[in-house]
């Protein structure tokens, strides 16, 4: 990591300009990835003030003009169902993140140990910018995971903010400060939890490939008769809806967090009462395999007491009809 230590790493202009479009892109697919455009603002306000008034400015004009465009494409709708979406949170969740994170305990403890021996690494933007990504990654994942229907996904920044802060900590160090042999041994002790389990996993992936096409045409055939199905279907796995060429009638998460927040905005409860759905597919023991129903328990038993099961599917999924 040569250079001049204040200058180390520093972008150009341009540079700064097109990746802050770049992220502004990506964060309108996915809005939560915060933490490497939070660690670039922070590491420009260390390292380069010029550079953080460009980044800012860019920042400031690329956001006013992606929500004008949004709001003008599809209403008020948008912004508050993306940025004021409200969901339930639980403490519980929080052990679930340190069970995803403890993958990353070797690799994360490899770089601290080897971090600070790289000269000049408190003056290099691009070091100060990845260190910072790889632990606000893991601090807004934690964050995260506390949300209801947030699961794993939430550490993919941490795993890439930790997997390339490695390999840059190790590839900088000469063979004088570590030999091959060592670099090698290191990269196989962070990888080893990660692979390890996967390979585990590997039976239990083998024999899901094998049920899929062994229950293929129970798929084909379930996806027929929706598509026969006169009227609006609710599906709880929406594909089934998709494949059956039917709109997108109910999300049971998303309304299912509205309704344990005490609102009930499109009365579903008397929409499956008055048996409007023609079809509701829905998934059941969720709970007995410790996870949370998606809609309360209560819509569940309204669904049994107005509906009656015409298939079982695999994966607990049943096809329900209005009862006679």
Avoid at 13 to 39: D, E, S, W
Avoid at 182 to 204: E, F, H, Q, S, Y
Wanted: proline content about 5%.
């Amino acid at each position: 990591m040569d250079g001049h230590p204040e200058q180390a790493g520093a972008p150009t202009r341009a540079r700064l300009i097109g990746a802050c479009l770049v992220l502004l892109a990506t964060g309108l697919i996915k809005h939560n990835q915060l933490a490497l455009p939070i660690a670039i603002t922070i590491a420009l306000a260390i390292h380069d003030r010029r550079g953080l008034a460009v980044w800012m400015a860019t920042a400031v004009i690329g956001l006013a003009l992606a929500l004008g465009a949004l709001h003008a494409i599809y209403g008020p709708a948008f912004i508050d169902q993306v940025l004021f979406h409200q969901r339930t949170l639980n403490l519980r969740y929080f052990f679930s993140a340190m069970v995803s994170l403890s993958y990353l305990v070797p690799a994360s403890i490899i770089i601290a140990i080897y971090l600070p021996r790289l000269r000049g690494w408190r003056q290099d933007f691009r070091l100060t910018t990845l260190s910072l990504f790889a632990v606000l990654a893991i601090i807004l994942g934690i964050g995260q995971r506390f949300g209801a229907g947030v699961s794993q996904n939430a550490h993919f920044d941490a795993i890439l903010g930790v997997a390339i802060l490695l390999g840059v900590v190790l590839s900088s160090l000469s063979r004088r400060e570590l030999s091959t042999a060592t670099r090698l041994a290191l990269m196989t002790l962070a990888i080893a939890p990660a692979a390890g389990k996967d390979l585990v996993n590997i039976p239990n992936k083998v024999d899901d490939w094998r049920e899929l096409g062994r229950t293929d045409e129970e798929w084909r055939d379930a996806i027929k008769f929706l598509a026969a199905r006169p009227g609006p279907i609710a599906c709880e796995r929406p594909a089934l809806c998709y494949w059956a060429g039917k709109p997108y009638q109910l999300d049971f998460f998303n309304y299912g967090q509205k309704v344990r927040l005490g609102h009930d905005p499109w009365n579903l409860r008397d929409r499956i009462a008055r048996r409007e759905f023609s079809a509701i597919v829905v998934i059941r023991d969720r709970a007995a395999k410790g996870r949370d129903p998606r809609l309360p328990t209560e819509y569940y038993e309204l669904i049994n007491a107005n509906y009656r099961v015409e298939r079982v599917l695999p994966d607990d999924i049943y096809v329900m009809v209005p009862a006679a």
